[in-house]
């Protein structure tokens, strides 16, 4: 497709449980971001990949989180032993190169319960 | 550290009113400024940016944003809303020496509500 692709939409899970995010840039985008939306907040940055590598991580919460972007396109977003507050919609978003614009999806909405 | 204040979290108006959506931030390093908007059931699209230069800019639909350097802000605003313009609008900002302008800060959103 055109456009920056997330699956699933919608994920429920359990306390407790593991979940991965999935996220399809833009053929040929360099770079991509993670970013959270908790209810009536602005998106919060989690992390950005330029290709394989995570250039900054620094909005990562804990050791909960973890990202990776194997092949330079599609990446995880890999959430472990999830809790309640992790209920959130995750966007992801890619970017030609560092200094272009970001396009972003239309995000994973996680239910924690 | 930066942070973005939208000092509206919800805007009601008739069409053809005009309208203002106010934006501040806070940095201690100069900052690239932009507005995204999210129309509902839809992801986050770029509205206007502002990177250097004239500190007016304009959308494709009207809207138009100033950056103001003293009173650290960066206003949306459009002279006469439609119906579609209803959508929640996001302020950002982008350090100017970081690694990427793609990681930006975000204000907490403004809800923009046109009203026939």
């Known amino acids: 497709g055109a456009g920056v692709s997330q699956t699933p939409s919608n994920k429920v899970t359990e306390k407790g449980k593991y979940v991965e995010l999935r996220c399809d840039p833009i053929?040929?985008?360099?770079?991509l971001y993670w970013y959270r939306q908790s209810l009536g907040q602005g998106p919060e940055f989690l992390i950005y990949f330029q290709g394989t590598g995570a250039a900054d991580d620094s909005g990562l919460p804990n050791d909960r989180f973890f990202a990776v972007r194997p092949e330079g396109s599609v990446s995880t977003l890999k959430i472990q032993r999830t809790e309640r507050g992790d209920s959130a919609v995750y966007l992801c978003?890619?970017?030609?190169?560092?200094?272009?614009?970001?396009?972003f999806g239309q995000g994973t909405r996680l239910t924690v319960v | 550290a930066q942070s973005v204040t939208q000092l509206d979290s919800q805007v009601p108006v008739f069409e053809e009113a005009p309208v203002e959506l106010r934006c501040n931030y806070s940095s201690s390093v100069s900052v690239y400024l932009f507005w995204y908007v999210q129309y509902p059931n839809q992801g986050l699209q770029l509205l206007l940016k502002y990177l250097s230069g004239s500190t007016l800019v304009e959308s494709i639909n009207g809207f138009e944003a100033e950056f103001n350097k003293s009173q650290t802000s960066f206003h949306l605003r459009k002279p006469s809303v439609h119906i579609s313009d209803t959508a929640e609008y996001f302020c950002a900002v982008s350090d100017l020496g970081g690694t990427s302008y793609g990681k930006l800060t975000f204000g907490q959103g403004t809800i923009l509500t046109v009203h026939p």
């Open positions: 053929s040929g985008h360099t770079a």
């Open positions: 978003a890619s970017s030609f190169q560092w200094n272009t614009e970001a396009f």
